[in-house]
């Protein structure tokens, strides 16, 4: 899972912001799902994981709140994933904006006229730290061990018996 973490990194760092996002957004599925006794995700799982693993670090103290809950990453990350909106209707907020790296002003878990604005870096590092710290957690639990053996992979030397001697996925 590694691979995938530094992927999404390397994403930010050439500026290929929408990656980052779609991936990052991914994560909580697939560790929800990893986890699980079935291997699969669901909504409740995505919300359970982010709820456990993220959403901590978005307490608003003026709003005395959390802002980013499992429930609002997962509307978002419908309307993002499956519409490519800012937008879902189960969103707590009429929209969420990100400021890029290297902006000028950054601004983060800030709330202003029903938009809550995040800083993209941020935001992303926050659910990978998030992963890699579920991950150490449950890498020796049946439940992800058995799950893990199906997880795409990277495989420098490639997959017998496809191919070898070059880089696969699978």
């Known amino acids: 899972m590694d691979v995938h973490f530094e992927q999404i990194e390397k994403a930010l760092s050439q500026n290929l912001y929408y990656l ?7 994560l909580p599925s697939i560790c929800g799902a990893m986890e699980s006794e079935n291997g699969k995700d669901s909504g ?7 709820d456990a693993w993220v959403s901590q670090k978005y307490y608003h103290p003026p709003m005395g709140k959390i802002t980013v809950t499992g429930g609002v990453c997962y509307s978002f990350r419908n ?7 800012n937008n879902h209707k189960d969103l707590s907020f009429s929209k969420i904006t990100f400021t890029e790296p290297g902006s ?20 992303c590092n926050d659910v990978i730290d998030g992963a890699r710290a579920w991950l150490d957690s449950v890498k020796d639990e049946e439940n992800f061990k058995n799950n893990y053996s199906h997880y795409m992979q990277r495989y420098p030397n ?12 699978g």
């Open 104 to 123: 000028p002003i950054s601004i983060h878990n800030g709330v202003m006229n029903d938009v809550l604005c995040l800083d993209l870096e941020r935001f």
């Open 158 to 169: 490639g997959i017998s018996p496809v191919g070898q001697g070059f880089p696969m996925i």
């Open 79 to 85: 309307g993002m994933l499956h519409q490519g909106r």
């Open 20 to 26: 980052a996002l779609h991936s990052v957004l991914a």
């Open 44 to 50: 409740n799982k995505y919300r359970a994981w982010f």
